[in-house]
């Protein structure tokens, strides 16, 4: 099984979706609350209107029987599942009967793809392709759009954003590989897409070199992210000079010996403010740029990695709709909007990582694994998104990061995170939490996990989450 057979799969669905397009089938596209998720129902409402087809999208950001109980009450004639799906075919035969197709990038396991006789599951894994690095579900979702009809090739900038928001920069200074890679080739011979090597810092075409290092959020820079004013205090100490024609000069303006000076200052800078070798940081903040030239230069849009944190505050912010309508095309108040809130979004996430990591009570070091206790500060929902930040915090980056915060009386939830250089059996540790833990649901997505469980349990699951990361240093 190989690229091949993904390919036929792909052909196989895109014919189900046209016979359901020239047929007049009320579709009910249902997706993730994220920022793949929003890309992906995009992709596919954009291609199956174009072709005069109905479909409605819906975003959920809990996934239960009850859920999807409510989903078939409303009668559909189809559901198309993107970004959602994986592990719950047989629930979805038993409520929707046929009438169903998922696309998702989630690692599938062996019952699952032995049981889906009819194909009626796009996923990468059935071919042996690695969808936690070569492929989103805003990247099939993409493959299929252009296999309805190649004019949807236009649509590739979106896909790019996907893979780069489910953090799949994973190749040679931060390049994209695989699948993803060539979407992006379909991208940059439409001109749709620029690419180059630069410093990986946020807005580094559009603000003064010092707001462009204060603004940058991954990785985390201690006593840099979110202070203009100590990063401008840093670099008035170097030989560079900030002013151009009166002006102060961005990233853009100064040459790659003064880039290598920046890069050589962060890095003192953190050496001195934190207990941890500070060995790579170029291999974080240097590598490709994904320039979208036809969005308004200096927008969250004109950047792909800043349109991903654009679609990933929306998803957090419960305007999902918003997020849609900007990868529909909406611009001017739409994207308005979506840009104050996420400047207000960053500036509510610095405050309360600065909260966590004053509050010294709330973080407990294992060694490998650090612990950090989020209750009464944290929704849940919000857990996974700063669980990712604090994993790139260069104290914390080569340790696995596991924060937990209260849903209610009954329930925790755990966001399971880590750049851990080793190899994490996130498939044995789900058995195991699965196998042991009464009450537990487990969800992982490579080595990032959600786990929901009474509070009465939370002793077993740390044990066994210990056990399975003391076995990388051994």
């Not at 007049?24 to 596209?29: A, H, Q």
């Not at 992906?40 to 199956?48: H, P, W």
Request: glycine residues 6%; proline residues 2%.
């Amino acid at each position: 099984m190989g690229y091949t057979e993904f390919y036929e799969n792909i052909n196989s669905i895109g014919e189900k979706i046209k016979n359901l397009i020239d047929d007049r089938k009320d579709i009910l596209i249902v997706s993730n609350s994220s920022c793949d998720g929003i890309i992906s129902a995009s992709l596919l409402i954009k291609a199956i209107w174009k072709l005069g087809g109905k479909a409605t999208a819906r975003f959920l950001s809990t996934f239960n029987g009850d859920t999807f109980s409510d989903l078939k009450n409303e009668d559909h004639e189809f559901y198309l599942f993107t970004d959602i799906g994986t592990g719950l075919s047989e629930l979805f035969s038993r409520l929707f009967l046929s009438d169903w197709i998922i696309l998702d990038h989630k690692k599938i396991n062996f019952a699952e793809i032995a049981t889906d006789d009819n194909n009626t599951i796009l996923n990468p894994w059935k071919y042996d392709i690695d969808g936690n690095k070569e492929i989103t579900s805003g990247g099939i979702s993409y493959l299929v759009a252009k296999n309805l009809d190649k004019k949807f090739a236009d649509l590739s900038p979106l896909s790019i954003v996907s893979a780069l928001g489910e953090y799949q920069d994973v190749g040679d200074k931060r390049s994209l590989v695989g699948l993803n890679n060539e979407i992006l080739e379909d991208s940059k011979k439409s001109g749709l897409i620029q690419t180059d090597i630069d410093l990986l810092l946020s807005f580094n075409e559009f603000l003064p070199i010092h707001e462009s290092i204060a603004n940058t959020y991954i990785p985390y820079l201690y006593g840099l992210t979110s202070n203009s004013e100590k990063c401008l205090e840093l670099l008035k100490k170097t030989n560079i000079t900030l002013k151009k024609d009166g002006r102060l000069k961005t990233i853009s303006d100064i040459n790659q010996e003064e880039k290598f000076l920046i890069l050589e200052t962060i890095k003192n800078h953190l050496g001195s403010q934190i207990e941890s070798n500070i060995d790579n940081l170029e291999n974080i903040l240097i590598g490709y740029t994904y320039v979208l030239p036809t969005e308004e230069y200096g927008s969250h849009l004109y950047d792909a990695r800043r349109f991903s944190e654009l679609l990933n505050s929306c998803a957090l912010s419960s305007k999902t709709g918003l997020g849609m309508s900007i990868c529909l095309g909406e611009r001017s108040d739409s994207l308005d909007e979506a840009e104050r809130d996420v400047q207000q979004f960053n500036k509510s996430s610095q405050k309360l990582i600065s909260k966590i990591l004053r509050e010294k009570w709330r973080i407990f070091d294992k060694g490998l694994c650090l612990f950090i206790n989020a209750d009464g500060i944290i929704e849940p929902d919000y857990v996974g998104y700063l669980s990712r930040l604090l994993s790139s915090h260069y104290q914390f980056m080569n340790k696995v990061i596991i924060m937990k915060t209260a849903i209610d009386e009954n329930y925790s939830k755990y966001f399971f995170s880590s750049l851990l250089k080793g190899s994490i059996d996130v498939e044995q540790m789900t058995k195991e939490l699965s196998d042991s833990v009464d009450g537990i649901s487990v969800t992982f997505n490579n080595v990032d996990g959600h786990i929901i469980i009474p509070p009465a349990q939370e002793n077993s699951l740390m044990s066994i989450i210990l056990k399975q990361i003391k076995k990388i240093s051994k």
